[in-house]
């Protein structure tokens, strides 16, 4: 039987699927692996096999000492540069491109995040609006699997609670915005104190309070929510940490001494 050759659509739902799922995940019996083998009709342990051809393309992994299988990384590398170079583009490319397999469009397939956009806004407008949406929910789908669906702060796994909270926030650095490291996953009350700079995390990852958050030391629900969370170190992600680069922008930035 004649091999069948990689299109670059199949690189890139690959790819899109590595950047969903824990390195630890990555095997033929994983239940994401085995849909997206048959969307593709390839087995499961050739998809296995191109997830761990990316992750040798990955520098964060690289430099934990995770090398993956390098046998054909030079098929996945300009791949995982293209991301690099253009993460909005690719994302929303490989999210299209998964709906065309699945038999939908993006449009029905994020129905719920794009209900609520404004029948006057058209073309390529509309069209920005909707890679906006599709590209933060994926974002939100990358940063909750990193941290196993927990908040990183106090272990809770309700999904309706969690947020992926940006560490350099959505409108202040385009290069920053779909970088995994640039986010954390919190409950939603953390997620609120850290974007208003109430919260922040030093190069440790551990927790800073401000000083007007301390202002309310004795009162009851500072007792309850965040006394308990002064010092506290996030929960160790799978994949991407947050980069430290980051933080000390939130720490400059943002955080409210």
């Known amino acids: 039987m004649e091999r ?3 299109t670059r659509n199949e690189f890139i739902m690959v790819f899109n699927l590595y950047l969903k799922i824990p390195f630890g995940k990555i095997h033929r019996n ?12 390839r087995t499961p342990n050739s998809i296995a096999l191109r997830l761990v051809n990316f992750a040798s393309c990955d520098p964060i992994l690289q430099a934990r000492g995770i090398k993956g299988m390098v046998g054909g990384q030079k098929q996945c590398q300009p791949y995982f540069d293209e991301f690099f170079c253009n993460r909005e583009k690719l994302l ?3 999210e299209s491109i998964l709906a065309k397999y699945q038999k939908t469009t993006i449009e029905k397939k ?12 058209v073309g390529e407008d509309r069209l920005n609006e909707i890679r906006k949406r599709v590209n933060q929910n994926v974002f939100r789908s990358i940063v909750l699997t ?28 385009i290069e920053t915005r779909l970088n995994p490291e640039n986010g954390i996953c919190l409950s939603s009350l953390y997620d609120k104190a850290f974007d208003q700079g109430l919260i922040s995390f030093r190069d440790d990852y551990t927790t800073l309070l401000s000083l007007r958050l301390r202002g309310n030391i004795g009162k009851q629900y500072y007792s309850e929510f965040f006394n308990i969370i002064e010092g506290k170190k996030l929960i160790e992600p799978e994949k991407y940490y947050p980069n430290k680069d980051f933080l ?3 720490r400059d930035v943002i955080f409210d001494q």
Not at 31 to 39: G, I, N, Q, W, Y
Not at 111 to 119: A, G, S, T, V
Not at 146 to 167: M, P, Q, R
Request: hydrophobic share 40%; net charge negative.
């Open 4 to 6: 069948r050759l990689w």
């Open 30 to 41: 994983n239940k994401d692996v085995m849909k997206l083998a048959k969307l593709l009709d």
């Open 92 to 94: 929303f490319e490989s």
């Open 110 to 121: 994020y129905h719920k995040e794009l209900e609520d956009i404004p029948q006057n806004i």
């Open 146 to 173: 990193n941290y196993n669906e927990k908040c990183a702060l106090t272990g809770i796994d309700l999904k309706e609670l969690l947020v992926a909270s940006h560490i350099i926030p959505w409108a202040s650095k």
């Open 248 to 250: 000390e922008y939130h």
